[in-house]
Nanobody, 124 residues
Framework: QVQLVESGGGLVQAGGSLRLSCAAS????????VAWFRQAPGKEREFVAA????????YYADSVKGRFTISRDNAKNTVYLQMNSLKPEDTAVYYC?????????????????WGQGTQVTVSS
């Protein structure tokens, strides 16, 4: 069983930065892939970024490529999402999710555990 807790969300002006954290419980967290998804009001949940179990492979949605960076510290059981050059369209609730097979996926259905989400609001 893995429990995930997101933090770091907030209100920021366009062009600003935030760093989200996803803290996990469980001794086997280092074997899981982790992803960030987001959901804006009235829209479907969408993939943002993923990282494999070791941190050696990362994946990004085209909409955030070059602006967001996903990383992990397995010693701290934490995954980060550094978000730079934020835009109003990045406004959403951001969720982290963990996948047992360790390799990562674009698809929400692949993930076994989810956090409760953290709100990110970007003002224009």
């Amino acid at each position: 069983q893995v429990q995930l807790v997101e933090s770091g969300g907030g209100l920021v002006q366009a062009g600003g930065s935030l760093r989200l954290s996803c803290a996990a419980s469980g001794r086997t967290f280092s074997s899981y892939a982790v992803a960030w998804f987001r959901q804006a009001p009235g829209k479907e949940r969408e993939f943002v970024a993923a990282i494999n179990y070791s941190g050696g492979s990362t994946y990004y949605a085209d909409s955030v490529k070059g602006r967001f960076t996903i990383s992990r510290d397995n010693a701290k059981n934490t995954v980060y999402l550094q978000m730079n050059s934020l835009k109003p369209e990045d406004t959403a609730v951001y969720y982290c999710a963990a996948e047992r097979n360790g390799y990562g996926s674009w698809y929400a259905s692949s993930y076994d555990y989810w956090g409760q989400g953290t709100q990110v609001t970007v003002s224009s």
